[in-house]
């Protein structure tokens, strides 16, 4: 079946630390993948994605590459703000069917 | 910029009483779907359809919950009767086709006393 693992939280990083968060899949097939944040009070927003093996999404300073032979998606950011303090899903998408699957969420904080 | 609504942002009710929720999804898209968000289960698909079809509604509880679309500009959630245990944010979400990327809306958040 398809499914999404990432890591637990909550995290607590200092502002300008490097940031990783790592996610895992299982899927048949050749999924899509993507990142979601939600900041408080908000609905979820595409942070990132990646439609095939070896693909790496980037946006706002955020990477993440598609790695087939690892089945892992992992978020990643150099240099983290105060203003990235948000909830991070991984979420993968079949290449059949129109469900998506989203992982449990990674609460983010960094602090001054 | 193209969003998706939803209404109403916020709702308290008496624990009986009918929720109706709404939700506009992105002109053309023709995916929708609906999330409940809680602190104790994360987020869960409860329904989603396709071209105004329900294709999965196995998230729901079926015998207080409905999820329609009455038309492609309207998807509606209901829940008759409401009970405390239903208190959570609410989410519909669109998108274009299988594969591409959900565009959330902001949530309802329902307390059910």
């Known amino acids: 079946g398809n499914s999404v693992t990432q890591m637990e939280g909550p995290v607590t990083l200092s502002e300008e630390a490097f940031l990783t968060i790592n996610c895992t899949y299982t899927a048949t097939g050749y999924p899509s993948l993507f990142w979601y944040v939600q900041y408080p009070g908000e609905g979820l927003q595409l942070l990132l994605k990646a439609t095939k093996a070896d693909d790496k999404g980037s946006n706002k300073g955020f990477e993440a590459t598609y790695r087939k032979e690892t089945t892992s998606f992992h978020l990643e950011k150099g240099s983290v703000q105060v203003s990235d303090s948000a909830v991070y899903f991984c979420?993968?998408?079949?290449?059949?069917?129109?469900?998506?699957?989203f992982g449990t969420g990674t609460s983010l904080t960094v602090i001054p | 910029d193209a969003r998706v609504t939803q209404t109403p942002r916020h709702k308290v009710t008496e624990m009986g009483q009918e929720v109706t929720m709404r939700c506009q999804p992105i002109?053309?898209?023709?995916?929708v779907f609906w999330y409940r968000q809680t602190m104790m289960q994360g987020l869960e698909l409860l329904a989603y359809f396709r071209n105004r079809a329900p294709l999965d509604d196995s998230g729901m509880p079926k015998d207080r919950f409905s999820a329609e679309m009455p038309d492609a500009t309207l998807a509606t959630l209901k829940i008759q009767p409401s009970e405390p245990r239903d208190s959570a944010v609410y989410f519909c979400?669109?998108?274009?086709?299988?594969?591409?990327?959900?565009?959330f809306g902001p949530g309802t958040r329902l307390l059910v006393l």
């Open positions: 979400a669109s998108g274009l086709e299988p594969q591409e990327t959900q565009y």
């Open positions: 979420a993968l998408s079949p290449n059949t069917g129109n469900q998506f699957y």
């Open positions: 002109l053309g898209h023709n995916t």
